[in-house]
């Protein structure tokens, strides 16, 4: 298990070669180096994870160094190797050793190569720190450490000012998550007197009924911890009230998008959540807590989805989503489930968002989906690659047969949901099953908009410009109006394509998407069994907490509980080749029709709108007030421009003393020693 260290610490190093040597060392060495290391990493990953999935393997703990001693808080730099850490070790190397290699093509024309991959590998190496961890200040080092990387990732282009303010939102929307995870950490400190994950893990359960003083009341211990840990993991994977980052997020580019927002950093509370899942069965409360957040999430982020033009925004909602059902699957207690759609999750959404980057950069940067159409027979390997992930997100298959990875992980839930027979487990069942049409509905709409119907390129913009600089430089002295035939504007040839004709991306951003083609389509499959299917739980060897009864009743529920994914599934696909194949007014005339209610949820509930009024306008006030009338008002009066006032008064009123003139300094003295005289008399 040595080979642990070299898949922590090879993307640390290379991120620190690659950022350091920055334009000295150049493109094409930073970019050999950390693709390099990720690829070495992913290769090493992949026999551990195989060798727990064998059964082979035991969990061990690799000590790095001695850490901290202070008082009774004592631990080491240690990274745990099990069942669990085995399959995010495989998740985040695979997606980020592919992100490195897409980037190749995406970034090519983009001055900052270096810093970009050294960005990337130092966030891969955080995201390894976290999911390694054998106490929760190790922890906290690598959840810190992606919300760090994220920031200068999705503020990347930092001359753009929309970049920058969304690298801002996701940084201070994750503090207030952190805080709570601070606060958990403090409080399971100080209740079990220790960080170690094992130790804490192991004395739990018998916490379960105790309480704690807690704002002034007293509590059960273990559910203000565990929701104090949880508002944490509501930050990071951007749950219902702090998800308002996650879309912004997308100013990013787009590799980021995929790494940051499919397998990595929002997935890290989920890991949380599954990795301290003793301490989260000790309060039903908290697991109740943890359901409601998630169907309440993944229900909201796929109304969104629906209304949305930008084609990454349409992911990112989706991804929201999806993370709602892997969170509402760990409160019904199906830890392996959640898990599983993690697993699956990672390779189908990479594939979505690299499949967008491959369309946005045939299309010259438009993201407006308004403006594609007809692209399957200019970009096939992308259309083809962008299907199969939507196969696997909108949960095609039979019942008993096969599916795509999507539909074994996502049903699991669902079933897990609905065995569970608690109300709160029947709520996020109807909730999950409600989102799943949903997401079947806007997956189809992205690919009917983006691939099929008649070419809109002519009303974009950026298509504009490509045609208008193609022509303008064709050795003839032409501009793009020479060349329009029809007396549309920029060349347009009446066909809706303005005369520019995309092309398929190059074979490095190609590979990418075919590998994780492959992870969308077999993924299910090949590990359903392992994750979810063993009746206890040896692959997971108590890593984390396996409920045998729930495996059962996910078994025994009824058959429409079984088909009911399938059947939404298919109405939702069958909603959209409607409405965007066959009659292409009635999606605008359901949003007409709908009024107040398309406007709320195309304005994305007005999230933003409520917490700019609620906090971001009061803060600015507030800031206002402590700057004019406390800093300036009261500081810098008394203070540093009091003090040079009395001085500069006082040397007015000196310079009138310093007369020059003799008798007037002898009477100064006179008086001087009379006042002195009548002191000592006096005294």
Not at 113 to 136: G, H, I
Not at 380 to 409: D, E, H, K, Q
Not at 561 to 574: E, Q
């Amino acid at each position: 298990m040595q080979s642990i260290l070299f898949i922590v610490f090879l993307p640390l190093l290379a991120a620190i070669v690659a950022g350091l040597g920055n334009k000295a060392l150049g493109a094409l060495p930073a970019k050999v180096l950390t693709t390099g290391a990720l690829f070495i990493a992913c290769a090493l990953s992949w026999p551990i994870f195989i060798s727990f999935l064998a059964g082979n393997a035991e969990a061990t703990v690799v000590p790095v160094l001695k850490w901290v001693q202070s008082g009774t808080l004592t631990f080491d730099w240690a990274l745990r190797v099990d069942t669990l850490t085995a399959v995010m070790l495989v998740v985040v190397t695979s997606v980020s050793a592919l992100v490195h290699l897409y980037s190749w093509g995406y970034m090519s024309d983009e001055p900052d190569q270096p810093r970009f991959f050294a960005y990337l590998s130092l966030f891969t190496f955080a995201m390894l720190m976290l999911v390694t961890a054998d106490n929760l200040v190790q922890m906290f080092f690598g959840w810190e450490g992606v919300g760090l990387a994220s920031y200068l990732l999705i503020g990347f282009w930092f001359r753009k000012p929309s970049a920058s303010a969304a690298a801002i939102k996701a940084f201070v929307v994750n503090r207030v998550g952190d805080l709570g995870f601070m606060l958990g950490i403090f409080g399971t400190f100080l209740v079990f007197g220790t960080v170690s994950i094992p130790e804490i893990l192991a004395a739990a359960p018998g916490m379960a009924g105790s309480t704690i003083g807690f704002l002034g009341h007293r509590f059960d211990t273990m559910t203000v911890l565990c929701i104090l840990l949880f508002i944490g993991a509501m930050g990071k994977s951007a749950q219902l009230g702090l998800h308002t980052w996650l879309p912004d997020a997308m100013e990013g580019p787009t590799p980021v998008s995929a790494l940051i927002h499919a397998a990595t950093m929002v997935t890290a509370g989920v890991f949380m959540v599954c990795r301290l899942s003793p301490m989260f069965e000790a309060s039903p409360t908290a697991l109740s807590f943890v359901t409601f957040i998630g169907a309440a999430t993944c229900f909201f982020a796929a109304t969104i989805g629906t209304t949305q033009w930008d084609i990454k925004r349409v992911i990112a909602y989706s991804t929201c989503s999806q993370l709602g059902y892997m969170f509402f699957a760990a409160g019904v207690g199906a830890y392996g489930a959640a898990m599983f759609h993690l697993f699956t999750h990672a390779f189908f959404k990479a594939l979505l968002f690299l499949g967008a980057g491959s369309v946005i950069h045939a299309m010259h940067h438009e993201q407006d989906m308004r403006h594609y159409g007809a692209l399957r027979k200019q970009i096939p390997i992308t259309f083809w690659a962008m299907t199969a992930g939507t196969l696997a997100i909108t949960g095609v298959g039979i019942a008993g047969v096969a599916g795509f990875a999507g539909f074994y992980s996502k049903d699991a839930i669902l079933e897990a949901a609905f065995g569970s027979n608690t109300q709160i487990g029947s709520f996020a069942f109807w909730m999950g099953i409600t989102a799943a049409l949903m997401t079947s509905f806007y997956s189809w709409r992205l690919v009917f908009l983006t691939f099929f119907g008649k070419p809109r390129w002519a009303g974009s913009e950026h298509i504009q410009h490509a045609v208008h600089d193609a022509h303008g430089h064709d050795g003839h002295g032409h501009d793009a109006h020479a060349h329009d035939d029809h007396g549309h504007g920029h060349a347009d040839h009446g066909d809706g394509t303005a005369g520019y004709h995309p092309h398929e991306s190059p074979l490095v951003m190609l590979i990418p998407l075919i590998v994780l083609s492959l992870g969308a389509i077999f993924a299910g499959i090949v590990f359903n069994h392992a994750f979810i299917s063993e009746g206890t739980g040896e692959f997971w060897k108590g890593s984390l907490a396996f409920s045998e009864h729930l495996i059962h009743a996910m078994h025994g529920v009824p058959t429409w509980v079984k088909w009911a994914p399938f059947t939404v599934m298919a109405i939702g696909f069958a909603i959209a080749w409607y409405g965007y194949m066959h009659n292409t007014k009635f999606p605008a005339m359901v949003a007409e029709q709908l009024g107040p209610i398309y406007r709320f949820v195309y304005n994305k509930w007005y999230f933003d709108e409520l917490y700019h009024y609620a906090f971001v306008v009061p803060a600015f006030w507030l800031g206002r007030v402590f700057w004019k009338q406390g800093d300036i008002g009261l500081i810098d009066r008394l203070g540093p421009d009091g003090a040079a006032w009395v001085v500069a008064k006082g040397s007015t009123y000196a310079q009138k003393v310093q007369s020059g003139y003799l008798y007037s300094y002898a009477l100064v003295m006179l008086l001087g020693l009379v006042g002195a005289i009548s002191w000592v008399i006096a005294g």
